[in-house]
């Protein structure tokens, strides 16, 4: 079938592409392998100067045009980080017209709510309480890739990379995957 | 067995590292705690100098303790992290004394936690 060599495209193509941005380099060895048990290309990097520059928005130039292998499909970033916090590279991304369609998810080891609702408000789809679980990871995971499936039974040749552009395009009434959840699970875990 | 001997020193987090290690990553576990270590000993050394100062820098000795005690969190040192919430008290009471005493608590629990963890892994081989 004429398709076949698609399928096998698309299948190396699922594999989701998560910038993680923590100072503790405890915490991004640890989100790390979280997200590569998880089946997910990582880069991991200390500060949001760091990821800036990783997105090609680093100030200097202008964001660089499609490099496909580096797309980046969702951000976790750690908010207390000195310099650029997570609140503020947060900012950074969604007031960037090529950024701003990337989910970006809030760690923090406070469950501030204050804190929270401003994340949530300047765009974050989630806030997560430290320390982060498998879970956590796997459910991000799944909501991501759930938005492509359908994208892409519908037309066999869209084997693109997987990016927030195509979740984008294929939701129906909201801009983010991450509206399927209800309001209820953006709020953190109370931890025990 | 060993894990009933730990059990007071660590909460599940340590738990979730183990479940994380596999025969492709055999010592994943041993090297979060080795990068741990590494990490905490210079942020304990700051705190150590920051004490030292007269008056001392309540905001500045909090945010450093706030950093150790996240690393704390993410290996499950529960001890260790349980004092670092008496000295953020003593911080944000800004009572010099409590957060001094404190402190010796701290790395009194970070060094037994070691021991114990160089024992365990050293039980493993």
């Known amino acids: 079938m004429s398709t076949a060599g698609l399928v096998s495209r698309r299948d190396c193509s699922h594999q989701l592409h998560v910038l993680a941005v923590d100072d503790s380099v405890v915490d991004r060895k640890f989100v790390e392998r979280l997200l590569k048990i998880s ?38 970033t750690d908010y207390s980080m000195p310099g650029m916090n997570g609140f503020e590279l947060l900012k950074k991304i969604k007031e960037s017209s090529t950024l701003k369609e990337i989910p970006v998810v809030i760690m923090s080891s406070e469950n501030i709510l204050t804190r929270v609702d401003r994340c949530l408000e300047e765009g974050a789809e989630e806030f997560i309480v430290k320390p982060v679980k498998l879970s956590d990871v796997k459910r991000l995971k799944n909501i991501l890739t759930k938005g492509d499936k359908g994208q892409n039974e519908e037309d066999p040749l869209l084997s693109l990379p997987l990016s927030s552009h195509d979740l984008a395009s294929s939701s129906t009434s909201s801009s983010s995957p991450f509206k399927f959840l209800d309001h209820r699970s953006k709020r953190p875990r109370l931890q025990g | 067995m060993v894990w009933l001997w730990l059990q007071g020193y660590l909460d599940e987090q340590f738990i979730q590292l183990e479940d994380l290690q596999d025969d492709a990553n055999p010592n994943f576990v041993e090297e979060v705690v080795t990068l741990f270590y590494g990490d905490s000993a210079r942020l304990l050394h700051s705190i150590e100098q920051a004490l030292e100062s007269n008056p001392l820098d309540f905001n500045g000795l909090e945010a450093y303790m706030h950093q150790f005690k996240g690393s704390c969190s993410s290996i499950g040192a529960r001890k260790v992290k349980s004092e670092c919430t008496q000295f953020r008290e003593y911080c944000n009471a800004r009572n010099a004394e409590g957060c001094i005493r404190t402190f010796q608590q701290v790395k009194q629990e970070h060094a037994t936690l070691r021991r114990k963890l160089e024992t365990y892994f050293q039980a493993l081989v």
């Open chain 1, 39 to 76: 089946s997910c290309k990582v880069t991991a990097v200390e500060s949001g100067i760091r990821a800036l520059q990783f997105l090609g928005l680093d100030g200097e130039k202008k964001e660089t045009a499609g490099f496909d292998g580096l797309k980046v499909n969702l951000i976790m």
